[in-house]
C-alpha cells in the first residue's frame, strides 16, 4: 500500500526496487498490474534488481505481456505447463466479459486443480456433480466481486477504471488465492453520505461495505442513468463463502486494510496510501469447497415486520 | 426468431398449442395456451441459454429477460421461469425479478412461478423477494406519511435521469 502511494505520488520515469522481494502472490501481482496501468505507453517503468525466480513467475502468469516492465531479466527456459497451480492474469473491462472470466478462473481451479472430471454424470439427488461443487462456489464468488468491482470502480468519475484477476493453488498446504483488484475510486467515496457509514475512514467503509444490505445504489432511483441497483449483499455473501471454506476474505481500500478472519481485524496505514482502488484477495482451502452451500450463507437478518411473501415453485 | 407451432399433451391431459420462439436475448420462450381453459396463457422462459457454464452473474443478461417477463404479465400471462440446469447468483436473480417487485409491489409474483429451481436458487429467490418487498412496503410508507417528493439532488447522489 505504501509502494501504491508513492508510485502514484511519483512523476516521469519509474525505477522499482525489488531486489528485496521474497514472495509473490496474485494479490501482489494483480495490484502491481493495476497500479501500472496508467503508466503503460506514457512512462518508462523499469525492475532491474528483480530476482530471477520472481521474474520467472511473473513471465508465466503473464505479467510482462499485460505490464511492459523494462531491464527485467527472465530466463530463457521453457514455459512450464502449471495449469494444476495458477491461473494466469487477466485484466476484466466490461461487465459482459465477467461471467466468462469468473467461469475460466473457478473451472481452472475445480478442475486442473482438483482433478475432478467436469463431464462426469451430475449426482440424481443434487443435480451437480463433483467438478460442479468445486466450480460453484468460487464462480458464485468470482462473479459478485467482478460485478461490485466493474460497477463500484467506475462512480464518482472514474469510467475508465478496470479490474485485474489471478488465481493460484498452493498444493503443500491446499489453499487456494483468488486476487480482484481495481484501480477505481475505492469504496469511501460512493458511501461517504451513507447513514450506515459511521467515521468517513476507508476502514469504516470496508467494514460497511461487508454489511448486509449496505450500498451507494440500492434504492433505483440512486442509480446513476443505465446502473442497475445493488441489494448491497454481494460482498456480505462472498465474505461468508470464503469463511465457510475455511478461509477469508483481505479487503484493502484507500490506507484500510481489513481481514475477516475471526471476528475481523482493520488497520490504518499511517502514511497515507494515495491510492483508492479496491484489492480483495480471498483465500480458502481447496477441499473445503463442495461443502460450501450458497442457500445457508445468505443474509438472513431480515427485519420482523416484514411481510410474508409468497413465492410459486413448480417441478 | 423464429417460431414453430406444436401440439403438447400436458399433465391433465389437456391438448395445448405451444409456440416456440427463440428471441433476441439467446432464450427461448415458449407460450402455452390451455385450450380447455381457454383464456388462460402461460408463458415459459428457459434460463439455460444465458449460463456460463452453469452459473448466470451478469445483471446485463436479466434486463431482456425481465422486459419479456414484463411484456407477458402485462398480456395477462402468467410466466414460468425455468432454472433447469443453471445456477444464479444473488445479483441476476435481483435484476430479474428484485426490480420488478421493487417497481410493483410483491403482487407481481401472483404472475410468476419458478420451475426446477435448486436449493440455492430457491433461497435467493426467495431472499430477494423478501428483501425487495420490505423496500417496496418501506417506501410506500415513507410515500404516504411525506407526500412531498424527496429531493434527490441534495442528498449528495448523481442522477442522470431527467
Given at each position: 500500500?505504501?509502494?501504491?502511494?508513492?508510485?502514484?505520488?511519483?512523476?516521469?520515469?519509474?525505477?522499482?526496487?525489488?531486489?528485496?522481494?521474497?514472495?509473490?502472490?496474485?494479490?501482489?501481482?494483480?495490484?502491481?498490474?493495476?497500479?501500472?496501468?496508467?503508466?503503460?505507453?506514457?512512462?518508462?517503468?523499469?525492475?532491474?534488481?528483480?530476482?530471477?525466480?520472481?521474474?520467472?513467475?511473473?513471465?508465466?502468469?503473464?505479467?510482462?505481456?499485460?505490464?511492459?516492465?523494462?531491464?527485467?531479466?527472465?530466463?530463457?527456459?521453457?514455459?512450464?505447463?502449471?495449469?494444476?497451480?495458477?491461473?494466469?492474469?487477466?485484466?476484466?473491462?466490461?461487465?459482459?466479459?465477467?461471467?466468462?472470466?469468473?467461469?475460466?478462473?473457478?473451472?481452472?481451479?475445480?478442475?486442473?486443480?482438483?482433478?475432478?472430471?467436469?463431464?462426469?454424470?451430475?449426482?440424481?439427488?443434487?443435480?451437480?456433480?463433483?467438478?460442479?461443487?468445486?466450480?460453484?462456489?468460487?464462480?458464485?464468488?468470482?462473479?459478485?466481486?467482478?460485478?461490485?468491482?466493474?460497477?463500484?470502480?467506475?462512480?464518482?468519475?472514474?469510467?475508465?477504471?478496470?479490474?485485474?484477476?489471478?488465481?493460484?493453488?498452493?498444493?503443500?498446504?491446499?489453499?487456494?488465492?483468488?486476487?480482484?483488484?481495481?484501480?477505481?475510486?475505492?469504496?469511501?467515496?460512493?458511501?461517504?453520505?451513507?447513514?450506515?457509514?459511521?467515521?468517513?475512514?476507508?476502514?469504516?467503509?470496508?467494514?460497511?461495505?461487508?454489511?448486509?444490505?449496505?450500498?451507494?445504489?440500492?434504492?433505483?432511483?440512486?442509480?446513476?442513468?443505465?446502473?442497475?441497483?445493488?441489494?448491497?449483499?454481494?460482498?456480505?455473501?462472498?465474505?461468508?463463502?470464503?469463511?465457510?471454506?475455511?478461509?477469508?476474505?483481505?479487503?484493502?481500500?484507500?490506507?484500510?486494510?481489513?481481514?475477516?478472519?475471526?471476528?475481523?481485524?482493520?488497520?490504518?496505514?499511517?502514511?497515507?496510501?494515495?491510492?483508492?482502488?479496491?484489492?480483495?484477495?480471498?483465500?480458502?482451502?481447496?477441499?473445503?469447497?463442495?461443502?460450501?452451500?450458497?442457500?445457508?450463507?445468505?443474509?438472513?437478518?431480515?427485519?420482523?415486520?416484514?411481510?410474508?411473501?409468497p413465492?410459486r415453485?413448480?417441478? | 426468431?423464429?417460431?414453430?407451432?406444436?401440439?403438447?399433451?400436458?399433465?391433465?391431459?389437456?391438448?395445448?398449442?405451444?409456440?416456440?420462439?427463440?428471441?433476441?436475448?439467446?432464450?427461448?420462450?415458449?407460450?402455452?395456451?390451455?385450450?380447455?381453459?381457454?383464456?388462460?396463457?402461460?408463458?415459459?422462459?428457459?434460463?439455460?441459454?444465458?449460463?456460463?457454464?452453469?452459473?448466470?452473474?451478469?445483471?446485463?443478461?436479466?434486463?431482456?429477460?425481465?422486459?419479456?417477463?414484463?411484456?407477458?404479465?402485462?398480456?395477462?400471462?402468467e410466466?414460468?421461469?425455468?432454472?433447469?440446469?443453471?445456477?444464479?447468483?444473488?445479483?441476476?436473480?435481483?435484476?430479474?425479478?428484485?426490480?420488478?417487485?421493487?417497481?410493483?409491489?410483491p403482487s407481481v409474483l401472483q404472475s410468476l412461478?419458478?420451475?426446477?429451481?435448486?436449493?440455492?436458487?430457491?433461497?435467493?429467490?426467495?431472499?430477494?423477494?423478501?428483501?425487495?418487498?420490505?423496500?417496496?412496503?418501506?417506501?410506500?410508507?415513507?410515500?404516504?406519511?411525506?407526500?412531498?417528493?424527496?429531493?434527490?439532488?441534495?442528498?449528495?447522489?448523481?442522477?442522470?435521469?431527467?
Amino acid at each position: 500500500m505504501y509502494v501504491c502511494g508513492q508510485v502514484n505520488r511519483a512523476t516521469g520515469n519509474l525505477v522499482l526496487d525489488a531486489s528485496q522481494l521474497e514472495f509473490i502472490d496474485p494479490l501482489g501481482l494483480t495490484t502491481l498490474g493495476s497500479l501500472l496501468e496508467p503508466r503503460i505507453g506514457s512512462t518508462r517503468v523499469e525492475m532491474p534488481w528483480l530476482p530471477l525466480r520472481l521474474a520467472s513467475y511473473m513471465d508465466r502468469m503473464n505479467f510482462f505481456e499485460r505490464c511492459p516492465v523494462l531491464c527485467v531479466e527472465v530466463p530463457e527456459m521453457g514455459r512450464a505447463d502449471a495449469r494444476d497451480r495458477l491461473v494466469e492474469l487477466r485484466q476484466v473491462t466490461k461487465e459482459a466479459e465477467s461471467d466468462q472470466a469468473a467461469h475460466d478462473l473457478a473451472r481452472a481451479i475445480a478442475g486442473e486443480l482438483t482433478l475432478a472430471d467436469e463431464l462426469a454424470p451430475p449426482d440424481e439427488q443434487s443435480g451437480f456433480n463433483e467438478f460442479d461443487r468445486y466450480c460453484h462456489p468460487l464462480q458464485y464468488s468470482l462473479s459478485e466481486l467482478l460485478l461490485n468491482s466493474l460497477t463500484h470502480a467506475r462512480r464518482e468519475g472514474r469510467w475508465d477504471a478496470s479490474v485485474w484477476v489471478a488465481a493460484q493453488y498452493y498444493p503443500k498446504v491446499g489453499k487456494v488465492r483468488v486476487a480482484i483488484v481495481d484501480n477505481g475510486c475505492g469504496m469511501l467515496a460512493p458511501l461517504r453520505n451513507h447513514p450506515k457509514l459511521g467515521e468517513k475512514t476507508h476502514c469504516a467503509a470496508i467494514l460497511a461495505a461487508l454489511s448486509p444490505r449496505v450500498s451507494c445504489n440500492r434504492e433505483l432511483e440512486l442509480a446513476l442513468y443505465g446502473e442497475s441497483a445493488n441489494e448491497g449483499v454481494g460482498l456480505t455473501t462472498t465474505s461468508r463463502i470464503a469463511k465457510a471454506a475455511k478461509g477469508h476474505l483481505l479487503i484493502m481500500s484507500g490506507d484500510g486494510v481489513h481481514f475477516t478472519m475471526g471476528n475481523g481485524r482493520s488497520y490504518t496505514l499511517s502514511e497515507p496510501a494515495g491510492w483508492n482502488g479496491v484489492a480483495i484477495s480471498m483465500v480458502c482451502m481447496r477441499n473445503a469447497l463442495p461443502s460450501v452451500a450458497i442457500q445457508d450463507l445468505l443474509p438472513a437478518e431480515l427485519p420482523a415486520d416484514i411481510p410474508h411473501v409468497p413465492v410459486r415453485f413448480v417441478d | 426468431m423464429f417460431q414453430c407451432v406444436l401440439s403438447i399433451k400436458l399433465r391433465h391431459g389437456l391438448l395445448a398449442h405451444a409456440k416456440v420462439l427463440s428471441t433476441a436475448t439467446g432464450g427461448f420462450c415458449t407460450q402455452i395456451s390451455s385450450a380447455e381453459r381457454g383464456k388462460f396463457m402461460s408463458t415459459l422462459i428457459s434460463l439455460m441459454p444465458l449460463a456460463t457454464g452453469r452459473m448466470i452473474g451478469m445483471r446485463s443478461k436479466a434486463q431482456p429477460v425481465r422486459r419479456e417477463i414484463e411484456s407477458a404479465i402485462s398480456h395477462g400471462n402468467e410466466v414460468v421461469v425455468d432454472f433447469n440446469g443453471v445456477e444464479a447468483t444473488q445479483s441476476f436473480v435481483d435484476e430479474l425479478i428484485g426490480v420488478l417487485i421493487f417497481n410493483r409491489g410483491p403482487s407481481v409474483l401472483q404472475s410468476l412461478a419458478f420451475k426446477h429451481c435448486s436449493g440455492n436458487v430457491k433461497a435467493i429467490i426467495q431472499f430477494v423477494a423478501a428483501d425487495r418487498s420490505d423496500q417496496f412496503v418501506k417506501r410506500q410508507r415513507a410515500a404516504s406519511a411525506a407526500p412531498r417528493a424527496r429531493d434527490f439532488s441534495r442528498s449528495g447522489f448523481t442522477s442522470l435521469h431527467a
